[in-house]
């Protein structure tokens, strides 16, 4: 009876040379999209350290909605103006009503972050805890929304910003892009659309009303203001008080001599 011969088990030659290059070629891909979605972040925020924005995602925002809804009179109110000619106070206020640890932490508050964790599992009404630099993140490069994604988006523009920029920039593009009422952006145009001032010119009860409006400047009013305006900027102007004045903003100057957390410390 012949002997069959055994088949030598070879490698399929033709399989393993048509797999290799796939794979070379899936490696490539993502490698030049991560390379591409570095440069697409990482370059805007680079350049927006010295250059002054000329908009904002939410000023185009707001045009599209505008312009959807058919709204014809709707016009953008926005005028930049460096930090050296908005008035203290109102860097004051907005740390004090919106951000009291800015100087201190890099880019997230975790404790006030854990507070609205708390406060929000016992009660409907949701309580935020965004940084002015989170807050910077999302008005300058994001939409508006509550989607984990774009969270998720705002937290990588937030370490890119805290990274790239010093905390003066970071204070004075918020200043000049947060939106104080329907189509107003920036404190200059804010100063001159509702005290018929620059914003050089703005004093505490000015600085703490336009503050006051933060949360919900298309509900809340500068003009004209609810109870909950005038309490929340009574609030404002004790917690600018307590944290020592204008002499608080020191603490953004990274070359100051001083420990800017003795002036929170003398303040408490």
Known sequence: MARRKRRSRQPNVARSRTAKPWRGLLARVATFLVVALLLLT???????????????????DARIDAWRAGTKDYQTQYRWVPLEKIAPTTALAVIAAEDQQFPFHAGFDFQSIRKA????????????????SQQVAKNLFLWSG?????????AYFTLLIEWLWPKERILEVYLNIAEFGHGVYGVEAA??????KPATKLNGPESATLAAVLP???TFKVQNPSRYVLKRRRWIQQQMRALGGANYLDALDA???S???ETLRAAD
Do not use: C, H
């Not at 990482?42 to 185009?60: G, I």
């Not at 509550?146 to 705002?154: A, D, I, P, T, V």
């Not at 100063?191 to 018929?196: D, G, I, K, L, T």
């Open 191 to 196: 100063a001159q659309r509702y005290f018929r």
């Open 216 to 218: 919900n400047p298309r």
């Open 146 to 154: 509550r989607s984990y994604f774009r969270k998720g988006l705002e």
């Open 259 to 261: 420990d800017p957390r």
């Open 117 to 132: 964790i708390r406060a929000n599992n016992n009660s409907k009404q949701l309580r935020g805890a965004s940084t002015i």
């Open 42 to 60: 990482v370059l805007p925020v680079v350049a927006l350290r010295w250059l002054d924005p000329w908009s904002s995602a939410f000023m185009l």
């Open 255 to 257: 070359n100051g001599e």
